[in-house]
């Protein structure tokens, strides 16, 4: 079983949709959470993190956890063409050694 | 600082031929990670360091693959032999530490390898 699952897509949804993108995990040693995207021929970015439950915004964006559930996602509203790329859930493991774990990432495609 | 920097940016090798890619971290950084992308699988972690430090390889497919930093701002990722399979982008990575509050991992352009 892999540590982070994350559905590939793809996804694709008109301008000015909402877009839900979603991950499990399955480690409970697992302590924070970052969203990075991906445009195509490029390194993967930075574009949020969180450490704990609940929400967090950035503008369009809304990172959400749940704990519990061992479940993240990534909203984003009024999304643009430029939104389109492929976005990768991205999870520390904190056992002793630390290591960052990603998601398959999920290709968006947002059409005009 | 230039970011993180690898090469080269593109390899075509043929099958049975020896492969390295190389990195150079952002200064200062204290991890650096190997990951390798493909379709299929996405995005793997093959192998990470701390303060030059292998400290995880559980992610190297197979024996073939091995790694090494000899220095704080250098790397190496070796394939050998290459097979048609290990045909990815390979990612290097570097972070002041697992990207934690308002740090994060910084990527490298990626070495796109093609094995024939």
């Known amino acids: 079983q892999k540590e982070v699952e994350q559905d590939p897509g793809p996804l694709s949804v008109p301008e000015g949709a909402i877009v839900s993108l979603n991950c499990t995990y399955s480690?409970?040693?697992?302590?924070?959470f970052m969203w990075y995207r991906q445009y195509s021929r490029k390194g993967p970015e930075l574009l949020m993190y969180t450490y704990s439950s609940g929400n967090k915004e950035d503008g369009r964006f809304t990172a959400q956890v749940d704990k519990s559930s061992k479940y993240i996602s990534l909203f984003i509203r009024d999304s643009q063409p430029s939104d389109s790329a492929t976005y990768l859930c991205a999870i520390t493991i904190i056992q002793g050694a630390q290591k960052l774990v990603f998601g398959q990432g999920t290709r968006l495609t947002i059409n005009p | 600082d230039a970011g993180v920097i690898q090469s080269p940016r593109h390899e075509v090798t043929e099958m049975g031929q020896e492969v390295t890619l190389r990195c150079k971290p952002i200064s200062g950084h204290d991890y650096l990670f190997w990951y390798r992308q493909t379709m299929m699988r996405g995005l793997e972690l093959l192998i990470y360091f701390n303060n030059n430090v292998p400290i995880d390889d559980s992610g190297m497919p197979e024996d073939r693959f091995s790694a090494k930093m000899p220095n704080a701002s250098f790397s190496t990722l070796k394939i050998q032999p290459s097979e048609p399979r290990d045909s990815a982008v390979y990612f290097c990575a570097s972070s002041l530490q697992v990207p934690l509050r308002n740090t994060e991992a910084f990527f490298g352009q990626g070495t796109r390898l093609t094995v024939v």
């Open positions: 480690n409970s040693a697992f302590q924070y």
